[in-house]
Every structure is written in structure tokens, then in C-alpha cells.
DNA sequence: TAATTACCTCT
DNA sequence: GAGGTAATT
């Protein structure tokens, strides 16, 4: 059967497609030469591009195609309401303006807990590497070469050596043992969403290999918690060199901070505070040479 | 509590 | 050494 021709079209505002697929949040997408994002959404092979204030998707079907869409990229939420929850420091308020657009995806979370498990000691082109031989080896042809992501009852069935040969490496113990926790229902990561905030976290934290890292991204990618924190080591020399004057800090100082300073929206504010500080190695901002 | 190290594999 | 965790000291 042909789907090309379910092309979706969204008049988006405050949106930014490449900053969007580009932040670390996600593992599936790819940049065509001609600008347009390719990436697989739960069954589906999307192509996705932006001109202006019009997003076209195309790959997306059946009736509920839109809201889909609209859940994915969160075009449901308005985002000045999100940024003005914000506090109002000058750090954050440069991250904001250079990245205007930026959202917080919606993933599922079986798919986000499993690629950040993947995640650990990675770069995000080993992580992109995993994520695709995972889906090639156990997904299911979603057309044009590409596969889906494997149910977690497909993979709680394979061997620790055959995901190792995915190159999971060390992971390779902890992926199983979440896809069978996941499989056997101890660990109902599809309903964590609607669990109170604290019940999800203890839940994902029960899982081998899964800290507090990992338990927050999937929290707020995968689940839906926008006030959850991911520290990873960006955020960390970017939330000690703004807020603690570089200072020596620990981890449950710097969460404990995040989680009184940022607000209700805290994960989106460590989405720019992250993807900024990414940028900074690349695109001088000017004042790294003074911090030496 | 804080610091160190092993755990796989690849750049 | 890498976007981390867990065990050990």
C-alpha cells in the first residue's frame, strides 16, 4: 500500500524543527541533504521539514495522524507560557533567546528508557548507532530501509550476547533485564505517566544500570514529567559555572538547586541550558578564554 | 559523604 | 576519554 502522499501541514509558532531533533533528546532522526529530518515515530517512517511557520510531515497516517504529530513535536503547548515560568537569570534568558523554539519531545517510553540505557559513556553517534542496530536486528521494516523500535517483549526474548553484538557493550545486561522487567509488567513503563512523580522515578530507579541520569530523561521524554532534571555532564559544568561561580559542588546540591531554581519546567530549561552548553565548544560565545 | 574504579567499544 | 551506574574504599 502507498502512503506517501499523507502529507501533514502545521502552522507552527514559536517552533524550531532542527534545534528540536538536533538537542540529544532523541536518537532516531537524520538530516537529508536537503534539509528535511527523517526519523522513525513508533511504526512509521516520517520526513519532516519546516519552512517559516509551516511544518510539513509526511509518513504519518491513519485518523488520529495529526494529534499524533501534535503530541510528538508538543505543538499542543504554547511555549511563551512555558518560558515565562522560567526564573529570570541572564544565563538562561541568553540560552532561551538563541534557542527559541526548542521543545521537549514526547517519546515513548519504553523506546526513550531502552536508548538511554543504551546512552551510558556513549556519544550520540554511538548512541544513534545502537538505537539503529537494535531496530535492525529486532524492529520491524517501517519502509525504506529503516525499522522500528523493538517492544520491549521482543528484546526481554533475546540474549545478553546478541545485544552485545549491537555493541551495547557492559549495557547489553541492563537492556535485558529493563525488557524484562518491562515484558513481565513489574516495571509498567507505558503507565508511568500517570504515576505521581516520585512513585515513576523510585520505579525506573529499581531497573540495573538506571540512575538518577537516566530515570530523569526518561521522565521527561519519555513520560511527560516537564519538571524532570537530567544532570548529565554538560548541565553540570554548565549549572556549576553559572549558578555555583565554578565552584565544587556535589550532584544532590546541584539537583536540590535545579529543582527549587528552575520551576515547573524545569526539564525544558536544562534543555537549553544543555543545548547551549553543547554549542559553546563550537560557537565561541566569547568569554571561555577568561574562565582558564 | 566524597572520590575512585570497573564495566564494553569505539573515536 | 565518552551525555553513566554501581561497587568499593
Same mark, same amino acid.
Given at each position: ?27 532516531? &532522526? ?6 528535511? &529530518? ?156 500517570? &504515576? ?97
Amino acid at each position: 500500500m502507498l502512503v506517501a502522499d499523507s502529507t501533514l501541514r502545521f502552522n507552527v509558532v514559536d517552533f524550531r524543527l532542527d534545534g528540536t531533533l538536533q538537542c540529544g533528546q532523541a536518537f532516531r &532522526w537524520e538530516r537529508l541533504a536537503d534539509g528535511e &529530518w527523517q526519523g522513525v515515530v513508533d511504526h512509521e517512517l516520517w520526513r519532516v521539514r519546516q519552512d517559516g511557520d509551516t511544518l510539513t510531515v509526511r509518513g504519518a497516517t491513519g485518523v488520529n495522524a495529526t494529534e499524533r504529530v501534535c503530541r510528538y513535536f508538543a505543538l499542543d503547548r504554547a511555549l511563551p507560557r512555558i518560558i515565562e515560568t522560567f526564573p529570570d537569570d541572564p544565563a538562561l534568558r541568553a540560552a532561551v533567546r538563541r534557542h527559541w523554539g526548542l521543545r521537549v519531545l514526547r517519546q515513548s517510553p519504553w523506546e526513550t528508557l531502552a536508548s538511554f540505557i543504551a546512552s551510558s559513556t556513549k556519544q550520540i553517534v554511538q548512541i544513534q548507532q545502537i538505537v539503529g542496530a537494535l531496530a535492525r536486528r529486532w524492529g520491524e521494516p517501517v519502509g525504506d530501509g529503516q525499522f522500528s523500535f523493538p517492544s520491549a517483549s521482543v528484546l526481554a526474548r533475546a540474549r545478553e550476547s546478541e545485544l552485545r553484538a549491537c555493541r551495547l557493550g557492559f549495557r547489553a545486561r541492563y537492556l535485558l533485564a529493563a525488557a524484562r522487567a518491562v515484558d513481565s509488567g513489574r516495571v509498567p513503563v507505558e503507565e508511568l505517566s500517570r &504515576w505521581e512523580f516520585d512513585r515513576a522515578r523510585a520505579a525506573l530507579l529499581s531497573l540495573p544500570g538506571v540512575g538518577d541520569k537516566i530515570a530523569a530523561c526518561v521522565l521527561l521524554f519519555g513520560c511527560g514529567f516537564d519538571a524532570a532534571f537530567p544532570i548529565d555532564v554538560w548541565v553540570e559544568r554548565a549549572l556549576r559555572r553559572i549558578y555555583f561561580s565554578s565552584r565544587r559542588v556535589s550532584r544532590r546540591v546541584l539537583s536540590e538547586f535545579a529543582a527549587r531554581h528552575f520551576g515547573p519546567y524545569a526539564g525544558w530549561a536544562q534543555q537549553y541550558l544543555f543545548f547551549e552548553e553543547r554549542l559553546r565548544g563550537r560557537q565561541p560565545v566569547g568569554d571561555d578564554r577568561a574562565e582558564r
